[in-house]
């Protein structure tokens, strides 16, 4: 069974940083192109950020583009997304996703994980 | 603003059959494929449809998409109350270095 677990967020200050973290299991993590995608409170889904099997292709939004990294460590199994320089428009649940191929087709998510929620507040 | 433009809330009974549109253009939809997504209330989002028109397993045959142009649309056949959800449709965007674009989702009311 294909499961996603996400952990890291939480509580933070505007202009900190926060890493976040999603376990992969139940499938070929290293052939698989993997994605964020975030919630705020009450509104729509946007797609934060996308990376390929491999690790050599990334791809961001606008909104995020020189403020976060995507990453993977495929020896692990685990995807990252590292936030910094966050703002209170951050604030949001934020879900890992898995793709269905090793890289293109990123706006198909084919499992989601439960999302793990950042608050950015003073 | 969404890239991708879906009527804030659609409303059906039982039984009936409702659509969901999905407008977008040239550089989204025109030249990519459209993926459909339900989120029931305090859920995670599923994958409902992918590749314009396919379902995965397990999706019942009551859901279908299509694509013309720089559009799509979600159709929901035999409404049922569980139908009750948020959808969003999304698509790769070439432009800008690339990137997925989501729409702004569409709140089904089953009545």
């Known amino acids: 069974e294909v499961q996603l677990l996400e952990s890291g967020g939480g509580l933070v200050q505007p202009g900190g940083s926060l890493r976040l973290s999603c376990a992969a299991s139940g499938f070929t993590f290293s052939n698989t192109a993997m994605s964020w995608v975030r919630q705020a409170p009450g509104k729509g889904l946007e797609w934060v950020s996308g990376?390929?099997?491999?690790?050599?292709?990334?791809y961001y939004a606008d909104s995020v583009r020189g403020r976060f990294t995507i990453s993977r460590d495929n020896s692990k199994n685990t995807l990252y997304l590292q936030m910094n320089t966050l703002r209170a428009e951050d604030t949001a649940v934020y879900y890992c996703?898995?793709?269905?191929?090793?890289?293109?087709?990123?706006?198909?998510?084919?499992?989601w994980g439960q999302g793990t929620t950042v608050t950015v507040s003073s | 603003q969404s890239v991708l433009t879906q009527p804030p809330s659609a409303s059906g009974t039982p039984g009936q059959r409702v659509t969901i549109s999905c407008s977008g253009s040239?550089?989204?939809?025109?030249?990519?494929?459209v993926n459909w997504y339900q989120q029931l209330p305090g859920t995670a989002p599923k994958l409902l449809i992918y590749f314009n028109n396919q379902r995965p397993s397990g999706v019942p045959d009551r859901f279908s998409g299509s694509k013309s142009g720089t559009s799509a649309s979600l159709a929901i056949s035999g409404l049922q109350s569980e139908d009750e959800a948020d959808y969003y449709c999304a698509a790769w965007d070439d432009s800008l270095n690339g990137h997925v674009v989501f729409g702004g989702g569409t709140k089904l009311t089953v009545l």
């Open positions: 990376i390929s099997g491999s690790g050599g292709t990334t």
């Open positions: 040239s550089s989204n939809i025109g030249t990519n494929t």
């Open positions: 996703g898995k793709g269905a191929y090793s890289s293109s087709y990123y706006s198909r998510v084919d499992v």
